[in-house]
């Protein structure tokens, strides 16, 4: 659990940042969204599924993969999803100076026109958050589907959804190579099972 839907305590630890989002209607709301594409293996296969669901989500893309397919840029924002900053190289805050891991978000910020970012692995120092909150909204997540994960298959994914997905949570997905298996199994399954639940889906403000 302590992946899959992150403790209070981590939450307590950057309250700048968005966690879950509760609205005052009765209507209960989850926000897919998908990290590290855009790429042509993946993410045109996501875009149509959604759209055969009629949803829209949120895409927070790596911008060196926004340099190489900036066709799949654009396409995710003609059929009307959002899109976040997830760095340029999907480098880890905790894991570099944050004089470079600043430059990386800058750099991405060229190519990706959004006030939206999501850390990689939603890990960051204080100083980082601190830093970035003053230019963007930092998006975390409310439920982690681990569908890029080599011990968890298709079946297993579409059970964490089902055993954390609440009102108002931020589901994340992986339009990836890594995570393709099992996204082509669990999402169709997760989607129908939400809206089996009453669920309605939206996209992040931007």
Partial sequence: MLIEQPPLLYRLLFPEAIWRIKHRSREKTVFLTFDDGPIPEVTPWVLDLLDSYGIKATFFMVGDNVRRHPELYAEVRRRGHNVGNHTMHHLQGMKVRSVRYLRDISE????????????????????????????????????????????LNGEQVLRNVKRYARDGSLIVFHDSLKALDNLRYALPRAIEWLQQEGYRFESIPM
């Fill in 108 to 151: 991405a910020d060229a190519l990706i026109d959004s006030p939206l970012f999501r850390p990689p692995h939603g890990l960051l120092r204080w100083k980082q958050a601190k830093a970035i909150k003053q230019h963007y909204n930092i998006v975390m997540y409310d439920l982690v589907t681990r569908d890029y994960s080599r011990k």
